[in-house]
């Protein structure tokens, strides 16, 4: 058997796999997502440029495709480095900030603001805070420190003033 046809023989089920992963990574890199495999005969084209076309290359792809077990987006299209359990984790947190209006705040702005305060009423002082009218809109976010309170505020002066005018 010369050189030339030991390199046209079917690939093994390991070798699709490698190459399936790669094309999808490298249809990832260049375009963002995945918007041309959906099944097993979308590879064949790769498949057949390297390797003898025929029913046996068909039903290895297929195999591998098969055992790679790959979950797949809304549109159908395969998805790469995910595992169906990772797919159904991402849409139960998708979900649940959509019920949550979440959004992404950029906190390039926001300037730490620390109040110390006695760590054993830190977390009352909190929630008194967190539910005052005074202070609603005068911070992003307020965390608990080991001395205290920080504040992350696009308004650090205006947050200062109204805590210094509540301190005793």
Request: glycine share 4%; charged share 25%; net charge negative.
């Amino acid at each position: 058997m010369d050189q030339s046809d030991s390199s046209r023989r079917n690939p093994s089920r390991a070798t699709c796999e490698e190459t399936i992963r790669r094309i999808l990574m490298t249809e990832v890199l260049q375009n963002g997502k995945n918007r041309h495999f959906k099944t097993a005969m979308d590879f064949m084209n790769y498949f057949e440029s390297l390797y003898l076309p025929g029913p046996a290359l068909t039903k290895q792809v297929q195999r591998a495709v098969r055992a790679m077990d790959m979950p797949k987006d809304a549109d159908g299209y395969f998805l790469v480095n995910k595992t169906k359990s990772q797919l159904s984790q991402d849409q139960e947190i998708t979900h649940l900030m959509e019920k949550a209006d979440a959004a992404i705040v950029p906190m390039g702005d926001m300037t730490p603001v620390f109040l110390k305060c006695d760590q054993k009423y830190a977390k009352y002082l909190m929630q008194l805070i967190s539910d005052s009218d005074t202070l609603k809109d005068k911070y992003l976010t307020i965390l608990p420190s080991s001395e205290g309170l920080i504040f992350l505020s696009d308004q650090p002066n205006v947050l200062e003033l109204i805590l210094s005018g509540l301190l005793p």
